[in-house]
């Protein structure tokens, strides 16, 4: 036993370097955990497991030779890009890696991401990480080849070594990773399921029993986003941000809703309920296993189109695809300058009942690139900087929503002489400084008041002066309906509604509904 702990002593002080430099970079997930979550159990926990892996690696690493040497680089190079993957995280999301997020890094596009990173993260502090990862590679090298480690023995305890740190990683992995991934249902999302599930509710496998009001010809939803409700002008915001929408208004065209929320502040997770038809009570079974509006407006008699100026693939893959792969007809914008306005061109109503779709970039960050120049209406010398220490950023955003409003309502108005109801609403929205003076992006994880905003959406309805004269009943319940408390998630019983359909086996499903 002495001659085992006298060997154990020798390779723990072999490469004191090593040691330190991969003690210290997996430290930095823990202290800066402190800051938000203190655990004190927990990190004591973790910042012993780390103690005995460093100790563990060094003597594993310093006993397999120039193998060895090639495992300490390649275990510093994972730890410090999980480090940086965090400090990401904790920029963006305002959250720890989680489920959520690998399923919105997975979804995102090559664009997206150097959009996050232009807008999030300083180059300077890329520069810095990569430099500072660069010199303890140097200064290890440098150890290394001064000094060569002779061990005899080294097969003797090989086995011990690596047994004992097996048992240690699953250690660490049950505290840093499995106790936090495995309270959600699954990593990533399964999308070739979800794609198969959603082709799989073909229309004549929908039982639908027709009423007796009169069905809309055109039927359009706009999916925003990332627009906030706290910056729309239509509810009070202090920039005029919806001009046209207002007009819309005032003519009697346009209803706005003033208690919506969207079911996520992020899209993996919004869209996984706004088009489906998966009830509160029906948590037990998975979202893409009930149809979506599309698979049920297709069997009400709707052909099917989706536009949209997103892209039509991530890194893994997307889910708003899904769906608009299921329509009869899907379009998506390749431009390598995108704007929404790219969109209003480009469906031709045409004769019979048509179900129509519009994805829009809408704010998405990076702000600045989400409008023309034509719409810099707003400078950064508008805004107070007690309210917000990044004034430029809320002029971006202001004018991406001047816009937005703009595309919004040339879109309406483009039915203006058709038989139709045209819904707008985001997928969620964001947190532009109104939680906290130096915070913009996504709901912020730690804080109820930034949670809230990403929560809050604006909601418009527009009724072509055709559909008003052909549906007064519905009309006018859409007119009683402007205060009522409701989430974009029910948003597919209000669609069902005003197509004058619904589940024969669900006849209740009409309580879901918007518009009563």
Same mark, same amino acid.
């Given at each position: 036993?002495?001659?085992?702990?006298?060997?154990?002593?020798?390779?723990? +002080?072999?490469?004191?370097?090593?040691?330190?430099?991969?003690?210290?970079? *997996?430290?930095?997930?823990?202290?800066?955990?402190?800051?938000?979550?203190?655990?004190?159990?927990?990190?004591?926990?973790?910042?012993?497991?780390?103690?005995?892996?460093?100790?563990?690696?060094?003597?594993?690493?310093? $006993?397999?030779?120039?193998?060895?040497?090639?495992?300490?680089?390649?275990?510093?190079?994972?730890?410090?890009?999980?480090?940086?993957?965090?400090?990401?995280?904790?920029?963006?999301?305002?959250?720890?890696?989680?489920?959520?997020?690998?399923? +919105?890094?997975?979804?995102?596009?090559?664009?997206?991401?150097?959009?996050?990173?232009?807008?999030?993260?300083?180059?300077?502090?890329?520069?810095?990480f990569i430099c500072l990862l660069a010199s303890l590679f140097y200064v290890h090298y440098i150890c290394h080849? /001064?000094?060569?480690?002779?061990?005899?023995?080294?097969?003797?305890?090989?086995?011990?070594?690596?047994?004992?740190?097996?048992?240690?990683?699953?250690?660490?992995?049950?505290?840093? !990773?499995?106790?936090?991934?495995?309270?959600?249902?699954?990593?990533?999302?399964?999308?070739?399921?979800?794609?198969?599930?959603?082709?799989?509710?073909?229309?004549?496998?929908?039982?639908?029993?027709?009423?007796?009001?009169?069905?809309?010809?055109?039927? !359009?939803?706009?999916?925003?986003?990332?627009? $906030? /409700?706290?910056?729309?002008?239509?509810?009070?915001?202090?920039?005029?941000?919806?001009?046209?929408?207002?007009?819309?208004?005032?003519?009697?065209?346009?209803?706005?809703?003033?208690?919506?929320?969207?079911?996520?502040?992020?899209?993996?997770? $919004?869209? /996984?309920?706004?088009?489906?038809?998966?009830?509160?009570?029906?948590?037990?079974?998975?979202?893409?296993?009930?149809?979506?509006?599309?698979?049920?407006?297709?069997? *009400?008699?709707?052909?099917?189109?989706?536009?949209?100026?997103?892209?039509?693939?991530?890194?893994?893959?997307?889910?708003?695809?899904?769906?608009?792969?299921?329509?009869?007809?899907?379009?998506?914008?390749?431009?390598?300058?995108?704007?929404?306005?790219?969109?209003?061109?480009?469906?031709?109503?045409?004769?019979?009942?048509?179900?129509?779709?519009?994805?829009?970039?809408?704010?998405?960050?990076?702000?600045?690139?989400?409008?023309?120049?034509?719409?810099? /209406?707003?400078?950064?010398?508008?805004?107070?900087?007690?309210?917000?220490?990044?004034?430029?950023?809320?002029?971006?955003?202001?004018?991406?929503?001047?816009?937005?409003?703009?595309? !919004?309502?040339?879109?309406?108005?483009?039915?203006?002489?058709?038989?139709?109801?045209?819904?707008?609403?985001?997928?969620?929205?964001?947190?532009?400084?109104?939680? $906290?003076?130096?915070?913009?992006?996504?709901?912020?994880?730690?804080?109820?008041?930034?949670?809230?905003?990403?929560?809050?959406?604006?909601?418009?309805?527009?009724?072509?002066?055709?559909?008003?004269?052909?549906?007064?009943?519905?009309?006018?319940?859409?007119?009683?309906?402007?205060?009522?408390?409701?989430?974009?998630?029910?948003? +597919?019983?209000?669609?069902?509604?005003?197509?004058?359909?619904?589940?024969?086996?669900?006849?209740?499903?009409?309580?879901?509904?918007?518009?009563?």
């Amino acid at each position: 036993m002495s001659r085992i702990l006298t060997i154990l002593k020798k390779h723990f +002080t072999s490469d004191p370097f090593y040691f330190w430099s991969f003690t210290a970079l *997996a430290a930095i997930n823990p202290i800066v955990s402190l800051f938000y979550q203190p655990d004190w159990l927990d990190l004591a926990i973790t910042f012993a497991l780390i103690y005995i892996s460093g100790c563990l690696l060094t003597t594993l690493f310093c $006993s397999m030779g120039h193998i060895g040497t090639i495992l300490k680089y390649l275990s510093l190079t994972i730890v410090s890009l999980y480090d940086l993957l965090t400090l990401f995280c904790l920029a963006v999301f305002k959250s720890f890696m989680n489920a959520t997020i690998i399923e +919105t890094l997975l979804e995102t596009t090559p664009n997206e991401i150097k959009e996050f990173i232009s807008v999030f993260i300083p180059w300077w502090l890329v520069v810095g990480f990569i430099c500072l990862l660069a010199s303890l590679f140097y200064v290890h090298y440098i150890c290394h080849t /001064k000094k060569r480690i002779k061990m005899g023995n080294k097969q003797s305890y090989l086995h011990l070594h690596l047994f004992v740190y097996i048992v240690t990683v699953l250690l660490i992995a049950h505290q840093i !990773v499995i106790k936090e991934i495995l309270s959600m249902s699954s990593w990533t999302i399964p999308f070739e399921d979800i794609a198969i599930n959603l082709k799989d509710h073909e229309p004549r496998n929908i039982q639908l029993c027709e009423s007796s009001q009169q069905h809309p010809q055109k039927i !359009v939803l706009i999916i925003g986003e990332s627009h $906030s /409700k706290g910056h729309s002008s239509i509810y009070g915001y202090e920039k005029d941000t919806n001009p046209r929408i207002q007009h819309l208004i005032d003519d009697s065209l346009v209803y706005a809703f003033h208690n919506i929320v969207s079911p996520a502040t992020v899209t993996t997770q $919004s869209f /996984k309920y706004i088009l489906n038809t998966r009830h509160h009570s029906d948590i037990q079974k998975e979202w893409y296993k009930f149809p979506s509006i599309i698979t049920i407006l297709k069997a *009400a008699g709707y052909r099917t189109l989706w536009y949209s100026n997103q892209d039509e693939v991530g890194l893994y893959d997307n889910m708003a695809s899904c769906f608009a792969h299921i329509c009869d007809y899907y379009h998506f914008n390749t431009k390598k300058t995108r704007l929404d306005g790219d969109l209003i061109s480009l469906h031709k109503p045409s004769k019979g009942k048509e179900f129509i779709i519009y994805h829009l970039m809408g704010q998405h960050v990076d702000f600045a690139k989400r409008y023309p120049e034509s719409y810099k /209406k707003f400078k950064a010398t508008d805004y107070d900087k007690k309210k917000c220490q990044k004034r430029e950023v809320a002029a971006h955003y202001d004018n991406a929503c001047l816009y937005n409003d703009f595309v !919004v309502a040339q879109l309406m108005e483009k039915y203006k002489n058709e038989d139709a109801i045209v819904i707008y609403y985001p997928d969620h929205g964001i947190d532009v400084f109104q939680s $906290s003076p130096n915070y913009f992006g996504h709901a912020h994880g730690f804080k109820k008041e930034s949670r809230k905003t990403g929560l809050q959406i604006p909601c418009f309805i527009y009724l072509s002066p055709l559909y008003k004269d052909h549906h007064k009943a519905l009309t006018a319940q859409t007119q009683r309906s402007l205060d009522r408390k409701y989430c974009t998630a029910d948003m +597919t019983f209000t669609l069902m509604y005003v197509a004058g359909y619904d589940f024969a086996q669900h006849p209740t499903d009409t309580l879901y509904s918007l518009i009563k």
